[in-house]
């Protein structure tokens, strides 16, 4: 009977840490990561407690949270409890609690916010304001 050929060690895979976006997530929390060579077109994303882009996202969200990295893009419509900014962001966002805009951020369009925070560098134009009033938080199943 013929032998069964030796088993091949598996090649280790680099695995990059998001060192760029800091983790805060609780344990079970829903978390889409969108990769550094990733488009992602023309959707809806909800029920996500928090989405992390690297890469390229066009869409619309419903969410706690959005941590944009550097290497990071997202355009279109945004309504979220905290945005952490550290690329672009162009397009209709509603951060209800607060938006960091990091040094490297660039934040474009119609923006409102609960507190803001820009760090020197961080850029932010367009049609800019304070949410006045209660604003319900963000309904995430």
Same mark, same amino acid.
Request: net charge neutral; proline share 7%; aromatic share 2%.
């Given at each position: *009977?013929?032998? =069964?050929? %030796?088993?091949? =060690?598996?090649?280790?895979? %680099?695995?990059?840490?998001?060192?760029?976006?800091?983790?805060?997530?609780? =344990?079970? %929390?829903? +978390?889409?990561?969108?990769?550094?060579?990733?488009?992602?077109?023309?959707?809806?994303? $909800? $029920?996500?407690?928090?989405?992390?882009?690297?890469?390229?996202?066009?869409?619309?969200?419903?969410?706690?949270?959005?941590?944009?990295?550097?290497?990071?893009?997202?355009?279109?419509?945004? $309504?979220?409890?905290?945005? &952490?900014?550290?690329?672009?962001?162009?397009?209709?966002?509603? %951060? +209800?609690?607060?938006?960091?805009?990091?040094?490297?951020? +660039?934040?474009?369009?119609?923006?409102?916010?609960?507190?803001?925070?820009?760090?020197?560098?961080? &850029?932010?134009?367009? $049609?800019?304001? *304070?949410?006045?009033?209660?604003?319900?938080?963000? +309904?995430?199943?």
């Amino acid at each position: *009977a013929p032998r =069964p050929a %030796a088993p091949v =060690p598996a090649t280790p895979v %680099a695995v990059t840490p998001l060192a760029a976006v800091p983790s805060a997530v609780e =344990p079970g %929390a829903s +978390r889409l990561i969108v990769g550094p060579n990733i488009k992602l077109r023309g959707v809806e994303i $909800d $029920d996500c407690d928090t989405l992390v882009v690297e890469g390229r996202v066009e869409a619309t969200m419903v969410s706690r949270e959005i941590q944009i990295a550097e290497t990071g893009a997202f355009s279109g419509k945004v $309504d979220v409890d905290v945005a &952490e900014i550290r690329g672009n962001f162009q397009g209709e966002m509603t %951060a +209800r609690r607060k938006l960091v805009i990091h040094a490297s951020g +660039r934040v474009s369009g119609k923006i409102r916010y609960g507190k803001v925070t820009v760090q020197e560098g961080g &850029e932010m134009s367009g $049609d800019i304001g *304070a949410i006045t009033g209660e604003i319900p938080a963000a +309904r995430v199943a």
